[in-house]
């Protein structure tokens, strides 16, 4: 079977840094992983993917501020959180899809595999 998890949350002050990793396990070759988030009383957003060719995308919230990198050839992926701010916080899920290729790498529904998710807070 298929898994996922997510290791790496926490509490942090605004202006600081946190490391989340995702670990796939499973007879499963994805081709694209990726992180997701949601906050309380809003949807949940893609932000930042990465594909076995190295291909990134981000989105406009995080651009700049978070860096996903990878080893796609064990399916292992970190996300590097700089510069966190109170509207960071979120559950953060890691994702991955078997899809060769994807036009929208952060569409949730292009995943079909999940974990669990793993609580980032960022205080003032």
């Known amino acids: 079977q298929v898994q996922l998890r997510e290791s790496g949350g926490g509490s942090v002050q605004a202006g600081g840094s946190l490391r989340l990793s995702c670990r796939v396990s499973?007879?499963?070759?994805?081709?694209?992983i990726a992180w997701f988030r949601q906050a309380p009383g809003k949807e949940r957003e893609g932000i930042a993917s990465?594909?076995?060719?190295?291909?990134?995308a981000y989105a406009d919230s995080v651009r700049g501020r978070f860096t996903i990198s990878g080893d796609m050839a064990i399916y292992a992926l970190d996300l590097q959180m700089n510069d966190l701010n109170p509207e960071d916080t979120a559950i953060y899920f890691c994702a991955a899809a078997k899809a060769w290729d994807l036009g929208q790498p952060l569409y949730e529904f292009a995943y079909a595999y999940w974990g669990q998710g793993t609580q980032v807070t960022v205080s003032s």
């Open positions: 990465i594909n076995v060719n190295g291909l990134t």
């Open positions: 499973g007879y499963v070759h994805p081709w694209y």
